[in-house]
Nanobody, 115 residues
């Protein structure tokens, strides 16, 4: 399994911003899809944003606040999160789908939004 590692999580006040990064151990240039998911305690893991082909999709509650981007030259996937809310608190996971049905997960990074 190809290694992924997230970074950039932490504690932030409501209304603040964080920029998560996911570093892949191999090229992401020709992947089927890349995405960010999150899981809060007691909840199932849910899709936050993903990019496949020409489309980038976002969970309704993060539209206009979160932006997924990718740097194929550096094998990085970013999630810029702005105007953060307490309900955004969760462990955030990066997922890369190398070809359809073959994917890797990162270990996750904690995001806590609290005053």
């Amino acid at each position: 399994q190809v290694q992924l590692e997230e970074s950039g999580g932490g504690l932030v006040q409501p209304g603040g911003s964080l920029n998560l990064s996911c570093a892949a151990a191999q090229s992401i240039s020709n992947t089927y899809a890349v995405g960010w998911y999150r899981q809060a305690p007691g909840n199932q893991r849910e899709l936050v944003a993903d990019h496949s082909g020409p489309s980038t999709n976002y969970k309704d509650s993060v539209k206009g606040r979160f932006t997924l981007s990718r740097d194929n030259d550096k094998n990085l996937v970013h999630l810029l999160m702005t105007n953060l809310k307490p309900e955004d608190s969760a462990v955030y996971y990066c997922k890369v789908e190398w070809i359809r049905g073959v994917f890797s997960w990162g270990p996750g990074t904690q995001v806590t939004v609290s005053s």
